[in-house]
């Protein structure tokens, strides 16, 4: 099973997790409907494939994978999720 990544509030959507991930997990991207109101940036977890190279663009440290995080990040999965479905 894929490892679960999630971006976190401390996203400032500087798009650099956007322009390394090769599956196109990461939403809204600067030219999408809805970027300028978003909060964050979002992953996927239906296309993404946990290969981390989000994790290691992003500079300030809002990607996580959830496997080893603390409990109270557990809510950005439904965060991450809910962008998808709306």
Known sequence: MARVYVITDRCIKDM??????????IHPDGDEPGFSSAGQLH????????????????P???????????AEFSQFAQVNAAWFRA
């Open 16 to 25: 650099f997790c956007v322009e390394v991930c090769m599956r196109g997990a």
């Open 43 to 58: 992953i996927n977890p239906k296309r993404c494939i946990g290969c981390s190279a989000c994790i290691e663009a992003c």
């Open 60 to 70: 300030n440290g809002a990607i996580i994978g959830l496997e080893d995080s603390p």
